[in-house]
């Protein structure tokens, strides 16, 4: 999405283009001519140019060519900023720029992968070099750097102080003008990133060495030097700091320019020099080169006596020999001398006053010249790309050039020529390449095309560069023809072959009117641009471009390293001839256009707003010269010639449709029908419109302007149903984002249970598998085939004993084992009951244990012996039936020591009487008594105690036999007591006499004194009676099971 010039690319290519080159055109002008109403008019061509120029808007575009118009002070559009809006923008979305231009060549190299180059053309000063410059910037900075060669960008940067410091210099026009034409390529990988470059130089203007017009200067170079230079470097090259000490310096009476800051360029010289690959003694020896031309500057020569030439200044020739490491007196003799080979004969002639001081400049031209060149290919070197795989992953190429404009000056003379026959060549190919690419794109898109008028410059260029009836090939005919030549016969030459051409005027050839303002010495070129003259002095010296044969030795015996490298041995051995200099220009121009004619070019071209070089001044009539020559009207009229404006189906849909409801939002069907549809829902007539194949063409800018118009009302509409959208879209796309999420979440919890269930399934089968297999070998000994089944068995089993384990020593339940476990049932059977008892022994309290343990004696005793025995069994025995008030204090005090264990009220019945005595019957620890309230009635010993009776029915009585012959004794005692059985446990314990118990069913005798005996008999009863029987015996009768 484009927002505010911003490109924000968001999901599903939603695309809106806000601002535009057409909405800016209401404010200053139009942005592209194309889009002019009135397109054959120059006036009205220069007042757009002026309107945007006094707007500080510098850039407008002829459809792709940019036109730019110098604004002499620095406007605030080149910052990274800017850099970054024009980044991946379309060329007509956002406000003509060199970085428009830029990033447009970049991309299509890269979509494409074809080699492109940007040729920027105007004239001197027009802001050709600055504009190739920020082209150079916009690249280091946008483009991406590969890791080999990250300082690329940077040496490309660096390398133009250098050059510039040696090839550019102040001329009139311009403070810092090229005096040389480049070409640059920039070589990029496959990923985009820029990973080499190179540089071919044309035409240095040398003579700028040795001579300058009024008002102009050497190159740059020299006064960096002089300005920048430590005291000890000038020191070592024999100089000093001011420019007026040198002849070569001088001659245009202009050492120093304001704009110029001679010291922080010679800095950055000095600073990039390293950095693209120069070591020191390279340094050192270009400057000993520079220095040494200014040297030769100020070799100066007298006249002998004889006519003879001498050198009049030592110093400098000192100076030379020391710097460069060449023999001063042999230098001395090549500057006055000539060397010449006849027949093969070295034949050495004098040189007169005047041939010395050209042989002296033609040197240092030379010097300088070839210092240039080596220069620019020690840049090379630096640039190159040096890792060779890039060539097989096809890199690409954009090639810069930056050449000197079309040049008038008031001499005219054969640099000139050159420059301008090289604007010829390049205006041709501009004509032949828009002509073409327009042509072309018609024919793709299937339009009827319609021939331009344009003037085909291609008569102007056969003119200069025909074989043999070319003005170069004159020319050169003229340096090499034996016999007496000169400028002026090859004036007169040009006369003879080509009086009568179109283009070529001479003073003799002209009518009265022209003659007028001709020289004699003056030929006349009606170039596309405009009428030149150019003077003929020096064209011969310039084009044979000699250097006297001595001074070319003296110059090859150098100790420099780069004069060596400038100056082979062989050009001295080889007697042929190098080319002359037209001709050579003439095929670097060749090869130079089938660079370019091999690359999709681009155009920038720069006008010169004033000669002044001040910023906000609009010369109309410069600018309208230069409009004239560099072609801006026909370009336009070639552009227009057909249709105005053209734009790609899915472009113009993309921004028009939301001003028809067919097309909005969205056009589903084929792009032709879309815009189809659209332009027939405008209203465009058939005559208005053309349909291509993959474009529409308009042909007239007004109903471009009203459709703009008509999207610019809708804009707000369109904002608030983009915002509705927008919001919609991020909202749906936040449900759908939740959306799946919560599938994923979904599917994976359900994939788990699924796995889950699966396996739990698996293991199931596997069970219920093992447990058959079990089942099946279930009688075997326990092997792999039924260990699970037993295993199995074995723990149900254990499992539901656990649940069903006894409850207690008297529960006798049991679970049913598998007969496979019925031993082992048993055995835990067992182990469970020892442990239950084990338990409950632990568990029982002392009080407890006591009563057990008497219960335990008492069924010993009356286990199946007497019949109130079992009803009782269940009933405690107490501690004692008595309470503790009960017992009189006085047989306490009587009984002493000895403390009552228990008491029980019993009944005593006479041995004789059978008289029934209430008593009570208290039990200590060694002896019994038996007590009548405060009185001991009876003590019985429990050693002396021979045995206690009772009956074996329910009732209480019992006998306490105690030995008869003791006289202390009163015999056995008949006694009854409710609570018999606790009563006897506890004496038979007490006494030690549990065997001595005896119980009879029927009768118990007893003793009652001196040998006498008594006896109870026992019957059943009803219930309880005791009385005097027959035969004096007492008689009981017992009820049936009584608890007693
Ligand atoms: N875009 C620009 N912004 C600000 N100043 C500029 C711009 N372009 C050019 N200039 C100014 O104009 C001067 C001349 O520009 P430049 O050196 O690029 O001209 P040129 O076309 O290369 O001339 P020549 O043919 O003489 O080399 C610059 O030194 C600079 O001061
Ligand atoms: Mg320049």
Not at 292 to 316: A, K, M, R
Not at 564 to 572: G, L, P, S, T, Y
Not at 878 to 900: A, F, H, Y
Request: aromatic share 10%.
């Amino acid at each position: 999405m484009r927002y505010q010039g911003r490109e924000v690319d968001i999901e599903g290519r939603v695309r809106l283009v806000m601002e535009s080159a057409l909405t800016a055109r209401d404010r200053v002008g139009v942005q592209d001519f194309v889009l002019l109403e009135n397109y054959n008019s120059e006036a009205a061509f220069i007042e757009n140019l002026r309107r945007r120029f006094g707007e500080n808007l510098v850039y407008t575009y002829i459809g792709s060519v940019l036109v730019s118009v110098n604004p002499y002070k620095d406007l605030e559009i080149y910052s990274k900023q800017q850099m970054e809006r024009y980044r991946g923008v379309s060329f007509y979305e956002i406000s003509p720029h060199i970085y428009a231009v830029s990033d447009n060549t970049y991309r299509a190299m890269r979509t494409e992968r074809k080699d492109q180059c940007i040729l920027i053309s105007g004239e001197s000063g027009a802001g050709k070099t600055e504009a190739s410059k920020k082209i150079l910037l916009y690249y280091a900075v946008t483009c991406p750097a590969s890791d080999q060669m990250a300082s690329l960008g940077d040496r490309l940067l660096q390398s133009t102080p250098v050059l510039e410091a040696f090839g550019n210099a102040k001329t009139l026009r311009n403070d810092n003008s090229s005096r040389f034409g480049k070409y640059m390529d920039v070589q990029f990988d496959f990923k985009g990133a820029p990973v080499g470059g190179h540089i071919l130089n044309y035409l240095l203007e040398k003579s700028r060495v040795v001579h300058q017009n009024h008002g102009e200067r050497n190159f740059h170079i020299f006064y960096q030097l002089l300005e920048g230079g430590e005291d000890d470097l000038l020191n070592s090259l024999g100089l000093d700091r001011h420019p007026q000490n040198y002849h070569y310096l001088v001659k245009g009476n202009c050492p120093r320019v304001s704009s110029i800051n001679e010291k922080n360029n010679w800095k950055a010289v000095m600073k990039a020099l390293p950095n693209i690959g120069f070591n020191e003694e390279e340094v050192q020896e270009l400057l000993n080169i520079i220095a040494s031309v200014l040297h030769l500057g100020n070799t100066q020569f007298g006249e002998g006596e004889e006519g003879e030439t001498h050198i009049t200044t030592e110093t400098p020739i000192g100076n030379i020999a020391r710097l460069l490491g060449v023999d001063g007196s042999a230098l001395g003799e090549a500057l006055t001398h000539k060397k010449l080979i006849a027949k093969e004969e070295e034949m050495i002639s004098p040189l007169n006053f005047e041939q010395a001081g050209s042989a002296r400049d033609a040197l240092a031209k030379a010097v300088y010249g070839r210092t240039f060149t080596w220069l620019v290919e020690k840049i090379n070197q630096s640039l190159a790309l040096k890792d060779e795989i890039y060539h097989s992953y096809g890199s690409t190429v954009i090639g810069l050039l930056d050449i000197y404009g079309f040049e008038v000056l008031q001499h005219n003379s054969f640099e000139q020529f050159c420059i301008n026959y090289c604007n010829e060549k390049l205006q041709q190919l501009f004509i032949e390449l828009t002509l073409r690419s327009e042509q072309e794109e018609y024919e793709t898109e299937g339009i009827a095309w319609e021939t331009v008028q344009y003037f085909d410059n291609k008569i102007i260029c056969d003119l200069i560069e025909e074989k043999h009836k070319g003005i170069i090939s004159i020319l050169n005919e003229e340096c090499l023809r034996p016999g007496e030549t000169g400028d002026v016969s090859f004036l007169e030459k040009l006369e003879d072959t080509l009086g009568g051409h179109a283009h070529f005027v001479t003073h003799k050839l002209a009518n009265g009117k022209t003659r007028r303002v001709m020289s004699r010495e003056e030929f006349r070129l009606l170039h596309y641009a405009g009428e030149v003259n150019y003077n003929v002095n020096g064209f011969l010296d310039k084009n044979n471009d000699l250097l006297n044969r001595n001074l070319k030795e003296v110059m090859c015996q150098s100790g420099n390293q780069i004069l060596n490298h400038c100056f082979r041995r062989e050009e001295v051995i080889d007697q042929k001839r190098t080319e002359m200099a037209a001709t050579q220009f003439k095929n670097s121009l060749m090869k130079l256009m089938e660079i370019l004619m091999s690359k999709e070019p681009s155009y920038v071209r720069c006008i010169k707003p004033n000669d002044a070089k001040q910023p906000g001044r609009f010369d109309e009539v410069l600018v309208r010269h230069q409009v004239k020559y560099l072609g801006l009207m026909e370009n336009l009229r070639v552009r227009r010639a057909g249709f105005a404006y053209r734009r790609r189906f899915e472009a113009f849909l993309q921004r028009y449709k939301p001003l028809c409801p067919e097309t909005w939002p969205n056009w589903h069907g084929r792009l032709v029908d879309g815009v189809s549809t659209l332009v027939n829902h405008l209203g465009y007539k058939p005559e208005e419109y053309k349909l291509g194949r993959s474009k529409i063409f308009i042909r007239f800018p007004k109903t471009l302007f009203n459709t703009e118009d008509l999207l610019e009302a809708k804009k707000p509409d369109i904002a608030l149903s983009l915002q509705t959208s927008w919001r919609g879209y991020r909202e749906r796309s936040k449900y759908q984002r939740i959306r799946r999420a919560v599938i994923v979440i979904q599917s994976g919890w359900r994939g788990m249970k699924a796995r889950r269930r699966a396996k739990r399934r698996r293991q199931a089968a596997d069970l219920i598998r093992r447990l058959i297999k079990g089942f099946i070998y279930r009688h075997e000994e326990y092997c792999p085939e039924n260990e699970y089944f037993l295993d199995h068995i074995r723990y149900c089993f254990l499992k539901k004993l656990r649940k069903n384990l006894p409850k207690s020593v008297l529960d006798k339940s049991w679970p049913t084992p598998s007969p496979l476990l019925t031993e082992a049932s048993e055995q835990l059977r067992r182990l469970n009951m020892q442990n239950m008892v084990m338990l409950y022994c632990w568990r029982i309290q002392p009080e407890w244990r006591k009563q057990l343990e008497q219960k335990v004696v008492a069924s010993e005793i009356f286990k199946d012996e007497k019949d109130s025995y079992p009803p009782g069994v269940g009933r405690l025995f107490l501690d004692s039936r008595l309470e503790r008030e009960q017992i009189n204090l006085k047989v306490v005090q009587t009984l002493g020591n000895e403390k009552v264990q228990y008491g029980v009220p019993v009944t005593k019945y006479d041995r004789r009487g059978f008289k029934a005595r209430p008593r009570q019957l208290l039990l200590t620890a060694s002896f019994a008594v038996l007590v009548d309230r405060t009185k001991i009635k009876q003590k019985f010993d429990y050693t002396a105690m021979r045995g206690i009776s009772l009956s074996s029915l329910s009732d209480g009585m019992f006998v306490l036999h105690m030995p008869s012959e003791d006289n202390k004794q009163k015999g056995d005692a008949v006694l009854h007591c409710d609570h018999v059985i606790e009563l006897v446990t506890k004496l038979a314990m007490m006494a030690g006499r549990i065997s001595h118990i005896n119980i009879s069913p029927g009768s118990i005798r007893f003793a009652v004194a001196r040998g006498k005996e008594g006896i109870i008999d026992f019957v059943r009863g009803s219930e309880l009676k005791v009385c005097k029987g027959k035969r004096g015996h007492l008689l009981v009768t017992s009820p049936q099971s009584s608890a007693t």
